[in-house]
């Protein structure tokens, strides 16, 4: 079945670094999705990428889609403490019927 | 700012036992979700639903687990009977087309099986 892989699984970043995680499926997705989650919440959604090379930017968050779509990244630029979180990236092969997510990359900004 | 709701918040059963988990999606919404988080792991699709009927199911989503749209809110899902390893925190999710990309999760409910 489709697998989805993240790395890092933690990164400890001073505040003002940039910080950078990616997501690999083995399969090729139609759409990929990325979630933030805070300690004790729940995932709150931040994007969707679907076209292949497709890049977004939210402020000082930029999200890419690779050309095969097998794989994804999310870039912080600046980190601040309210980044603090574990990022999550899901992928659908069949356009949102179900998602598989990435085990995740925790993030940890010290002031 | 829409939100999907969930009940209860906390639920501590025996195993064996029967839960009900309730969901109530954003009132717009045609797509609907249940995942579950193991403490400290990452989140798994359980199942869509979509049109009155489920779309997909992961292979957790076994004969133990149900789910129903009893009314025009409310999504529930059913574990029959309950085992340790189902101990998890379980999020309901909607959205509202197949276009309209973003996913809303609630809050979860935490179930706890002794």
């Known amino acids: 079945g489709q697998q989805v892989m993240q790395i890092p699984q933690y990164q400890h970043v001073q505040e003002g670094e940039d910080f950078t995680t990616y997501c690999n499926s083995s399969?090729?997705?139609?759409?990929i999705q990325w979630y933030k989650q805070r300690p004790g919440g729940h995932p709150v959604f931040l994007i969707q990428l679907v076209k292949s090379g497709e890049v977004k930017k939210q402020k000082r968050l930029t999200f890419q889609f690779g050309e095969a779509k097998k794989n994804s990244s999310l870039h912080i630029t600046a980190t601040q403490t309210t980044d603090v979180g574990t990022y999550f990236c899901a992928g659908s092969d069949n356009y949102g019927q179900n998602f598989v997510f990435g085990p995740g990359t925790r993030l940890s900004v010290l002031p | 700012e829409p939100e999907v709701t969930q009940t209860p918040s906390h639920q501590v059963t025996q195993m064996g036992q029967e839960v009900i988990l309730r969901c109530v999606p954003i009132?717009?919404?045609?797509?609907f979700y249940w995942y579950r988080q193991i403490l400290g792991q990452k989140v798994e699709f359980l199942v869509s639903?979509?049109?009155?009927?489920?779309?997909?199911k992961s292979e957790i989503f076994d004969d133990q687990f149900s789910v129903e749209r009893p009314d025009g809110s409310n999504f529930t899902l059913k574990i029959r009977s309950t085992k340790l390893e189902d101990s998890a925190m379980y999020f309901c999710?909607?959205?509202?087309?197949?276009?309209?990309?973003?996913?809303?999760f609630g809050p979860g409910t935490r179930l706890l099986v002794l």
């Open positions: 639903f979509y049109n009155n009927e489920i779309s997909e």
């Open positions: 399969t090729t997705l139609s759409n």
């Open positions: 009132s717009n919404h045609l797509y």
């Open positions: 999710a909607s959205r509202e087309t197949s276009s309209r990309e973003t996913q809303y």
